[in-house]
């Protein structure tokens, strides 16, 4: 069991870049059982990427009631529909707000063996991969927030509180 700290906002390796992933070693299994074991210690947490660890690799975990999934080199492949619904984050404690994404997505990766597979999800799982693979490219969910409230602002009639 590895709990690793989670990083915050305002932790500029949340706004980095995260390096793809060229062999699946013994220490990005180790990685991704810091994730599971980080995640999990939450109590709360439904997916964790690794630079939310400290760690500017392509690795996320994610578990939305269903089970761990690992996924290294997350890619999208497919999305389709959309929804808009109400999002979190560990590194942004007590914040939450409405995000729009696609409401079905598929995802290609490698798991914790180096071997390719996909994986397609609905709804609060869909939402959760790409939450994770946002972290990857230095994104929060925070930035989906501000613009959508930007479009708001566009168009008075939709305003919410
Ligand atoms: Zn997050």
Redo the contacts with the bound molecule.
């Keep these: 069991m590895a709990v690793k700290i989670i990083r915050m906002e305002g932790d500029p390796v949340l706004r980095q870049v995260a390096k793809p992933i060229p062999e699946v070693t013994s220490n990005i299994q180790k990685l991704l059982t810091d994730l599971a074991d980080t995640m999990y210690d939450t109590g709360n947490g439904i997916?964790?990427?690794a630079p939310?660890i400290g760690i500017l690799k392509r690795a996320i975990v994610v578990d939305v009631g269903e089970g761990l999934i690992e996924l290294v080199n997350p890619e999208v492949i497919a999305s389709e529909g959309e929804q808009i619904g109400p999002e979190?984050?560990?590194?942004?404690p007590g914040v939450s707000g409405d995000v729009l994404r696609a409401n079905r997505v598929s995802v290609k990766a490698l798991n914790r063996h180096g071997e390719e597979f996909e994986i397609t999800g609905e709804g609060m799982l869909a939402r959760c991969l790409l939450?994770?693979i946002?972290?990857l490219n230095g994104i929060?969910?925070t930035d989906h927030v501000r613009r959508m409230a930007t479009g708001a602002e566009q168009r008075p009639g939709k305003r919410k509180k």
Aim: glycine residues 14%; aromatic residues 6%; hydrophobic residues 40%.
């Design positions: 997916g964790l990427a939310q979190g984050c560990l590194s942004i939450h994770e946002d972290h929060l969910f």
